[in-house]
């Protein structure tokens, strides 16, 4: 949008300049020299921005950074000011959740998981604690049911692979929590969603994801942060596959790209307006 606004204004004052710089030419044809003052002028700010383009393939990097061993890393302690007395004081901690079947692995995530509650009773942040939380699975040929099961309740993830889009995600999600977010507040939540297209990523590539917020209905939300994700075909020593970045993540081309067009259309125009301005002084000569 803006870039096509700008693109108007642009060939509009460009227009402008040619013009005036025939309706001079026709006067004086002397004065052709300060047009393409004019012209040098107005595409200098537009170069700025195209040195964004010099990095683009930044977003593979390799897999082997990570170590399931480390199940849990706390990082600060938040006490979620807007509650009067929530039940326990819980601390933001990156969980590393992972099912295995054998010595064949099914399900890794790493995540921090907060339930967030905001309807107008309630209103909270439930984090999930991953050192006191269990993982189980049910294993079909194409899909994994991955429940978290913790004291207040259960977190369950339903991944899907498919094999004609060849890419594997969350389809479903449910919530069983029961959690007292004011003090004597205790309630129980129970939520799904189940049109999810959530955690894509191709078949043995894993998804990542700065932050998301998933809603579940009745203002009951899943806040997944820093995500790493995979299900099914790990690499053989068990590990991540390849990073798809989500969405929100990936870097974004499209102004670069619009610049660029912008740019080149530009210099067609001064090109255009070159020949076009020779022509008529040529014209003119010959009919002196
Ligand atoms: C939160 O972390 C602090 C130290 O960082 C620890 O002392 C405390 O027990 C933790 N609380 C919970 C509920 O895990
Ligand atoms: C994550 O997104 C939610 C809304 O979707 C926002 O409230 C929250 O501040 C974000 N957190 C971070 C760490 O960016
Ligand atoms: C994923 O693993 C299954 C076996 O579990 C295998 O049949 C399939 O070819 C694998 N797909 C890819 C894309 O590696």
């Known amino acids: ?6 693109f108007l204004i642009a ?11 025939q309706e001079s030419d026709k006067d004086k044809p002397s004065a052709s020299l300060q047009p393409p003052a004019m012209f040098t002028d107005l595409p200098a700010p537009t170069t700025t921005k195209p040195t964004a383009t010099t990095k683009p393939t930044t977003t593979t990097k390799p897999t082997t950074t990570t170590k399931p061993t480390t199940t849990t890393k706390p990082t600060t302690t938040i006490k979620p000011t807007a509650v009067p007395g929530p039940t326990p004081s819980t601390n933001i901690t990156m969980g590393n959740f992972t099912y295995l079947e054998g010595n064949t692995l099914y399900v890794m ?6 339930v967030k509650v905001n309807d107008s009773k309630t209103r909270g942040t439930f984090i999930v604690q991953p050192n006191m939380t269990k993982t189980s699975g049910v294993i079909k040929k194409d899909s994994v049911s991955f429940t978290l099961t913790f004291k207040e309740g259960t977190i369950t993830f339903n991944f899907q692979r498919n094999t004609t889009s060849k ?4 389809n479903s999600l449910h919530l069983n929590m029961t959690y007292a977010f004011t003090a004597g507040g205790k309630k129980t939540y129970i939520a799904k969603n189940e ?7 191709a078949i043995g590539h894993s ?3 700065k932050n998301e917020s998933i809603s579940l209905g009745n203002e009951i939300y899943l806040e997944v942060t820093q995500d790493r994700v995979q299900a099914f075909n790990f690499t053989a020593t068990n590990q991540f596959g390849q990073m798809d970045l989500c969405k929100a993540d990936q870097p974004d081309y ?3 790209i619009a610049v660029g067009i912008v740019l080149l259309i530009l210099i067609v125009i ?5 020949i076009c301005s020779r022509r008529r002084r040529s014209d003119g000569y010959q009919s002196l």
């Open 109 to 114: 995530a790493q995540m921090i998981l907060q």
């Open 167 to 170: 890419t594997v995600y969350v």
């Open 254 to 256: 499209t102004v670069a």
């Open 207 to 209: 998804y990542s994801c």
């Open 270 to 274: 001064v090109i255009l307006a070159y």
């Open 195 to 201: 049109s999810l297209d959530l955690f894509k990523a």
């Open 11 to 21: 060939t509009c004052v460009l227009s402008t300049a040619i013009t005036s710089a």
């Open 1 to 6: 949008m803006k870039m096509g606004i700008f």
